[in-house]
């Protein structure tokens, strides 16, 4: 047997094990993990503005799939607020709706696609909600959203 019909029946098992194997560890690869961790609450980007709810919408949020959010238009520009979970709006009997003109204190961060607003303090007319203690942390269960 001559030594180049040795080495291809050394190496033709080899290569095709390895083109077997290919296919199989390219399936096998996980895809990048989209992020279930929110956005943190920042103090130095906390401040007051105030303008008129131009929607109400219930989006997935971090690892909660039930997270208020409020579009508000202001003199020169739309705003997004994330609020709270709707099982803690239902409990402390909070409603927003379009039109209503709201104030709040809240901080400005860096959201999947654009700069988002995660809400502290909400005030419409007589009523003033707190969503986050003085230190940013949500007063919300985070298991329960209540």
Known sequence: MSSARRIRKRFLPSAILFLLCCPFAAFTQKAPAKSSASPKYDLQTESKAKGVVDDVKVLDFGTR??????????????????????????????????????????????????????????????????????????????????
Request: net charge negative; aromatic share 10%.
């Open 65 to 146: 799939k039930d997270f208020i959010q409020l579009v508000l238009k202001d003199e020169s520009e739309t705003l997004v607020v994330y609020v709270c979970p709707k099982p803690f709006e239902e409990e402390m009997g909070i409603t927003f709706a379009k039109g209503e003109q709201i104030s709040f204190t809240g901080s400005k961060v860096k959201g999947e696609e654009s700069e988002i607003i995660l809400a502290r303090e909400i005030v419409k007319g007589t009523d003033t909600w707190t969503f986050r203690d003085a230190k940013g942390s949500p007063v919300w269960d985070p298991r329960t959203g209540k």
